[in-house]
C-alpha cells in the first residue's frame, strides 16, 4: 500500500525519537541527560476507500483528515 494520501498528498515524515534519563532541575536533580537519538518515521493514517469518481467507483488511498473534512464522496 503507497505511504501517501491520493488527495491531499500528506506523506511520511521523518523524525527523531529522544530518550532522556536523570532527574529534572524542577524535582531537584541535576537535569536530564541524553542518553540515545534514534531516526523514526511519522505515518499518515491511511485508509483504502471506495470514492465516487466521474461518475463510477475507485479504490483510492486516502488519509482520515480528508475523510473527515468531507474532500472525499465514498461510494
Same mark, same amino acid.
Given at each position: 500500500m503507497p505511504r501517501s494520501c491520493d488527495i491531499c498528498g500528506k506523506a511520511v515524515r521523518i523524525g527523531r525519537s529522544i530518550v532522556r534519563h536523570g532527574m529534572s532541575k524542577k524535582q531537584g536533580g541535576i537535569g536530564l541527560h541524553t542518553t540515545g537519538i534514534s531516526r523514526r518515521l511519522f505515518a499518515p493514517n491511511l485508509h483504502r476507500v471506495r470514492v465516487a469518481e466521474n461518475g463510477g467507483t475507485r479504490r483510492r488511498v486516502v488519509c482520515t483528515a480528508c475523510? !473527515?473534512?468531507? !474532500?472525499?464522496a465514498k461510494a
Open positions: 475523510i !473527515k473534512s468531507g !474532500k472525499v
